[in-house]
Nanobody
Framework: QVQLVESGGGLVQAGGSLRLSCAAS????????MAWFRQAPGKEREFVAA????????YRADSVKGRFTISRDNSKNTLYLQMNSLKPEDTAVYYC??????????????????WGQGTQVTVSS
């Protein structure tokens, strides 16, 4: 069983920055593929970015390339999402997710077995 706890959300003006954190339990965090998803009101949950622990590569959705950076600190069992140049359309609940079994990155919700409770990000115009 893996527990994920997100933090760092809040209210920010357009053009501002936030850094989200996701603290994970488990002794083999470094091998997990970790991802961020988001869900805006009235919309489906969508993939944002992911990091493959085993292969050490990352992938981001086109909508956040050049603005968001995903990283991890395996010594702290923590995943991060640095969000810069935020836009009102980035407003959503952001979720951390973990895939313990695959070394490749999935962009679909079903590719992840564990989820955090989410943290709200609101970008005002």
């Amino acid at each position: 069983q893996v527990q994920l706890v997100e933090s760092g959300g809040g209210l920010v003006q357009a053009g501002g920055s936030l850094r989200l954190s996701c603290a994970a339990s488990g002794r083999t965090f470094s091998s997990y593929t970790m991802a961020w998803f988001r869900q805006a009101p009235g919309k489906e949950r969508e993939f944002v970015a992911a990091n493959s622990g085993r292969r050490g590569y990352t992938y981001r959705a086109d909508s956040v390339k050049g603005r968001f950076t995903i990283s991890r600190d395996n010594s702290k069992n923590t995943l991060y999402l640095q969000m810069n140049s935020l836009k009102p359309e980035d407003t959503a609940v952001y979720y951390c997710a973990a895939d313990l079994y695959s070394s490749t990155i999935a962009t679909r919700i079903g590719g992840y077995e564990y989820w955090g409770q989410g943290t709200q990000v609101t970008v005002s115009s």
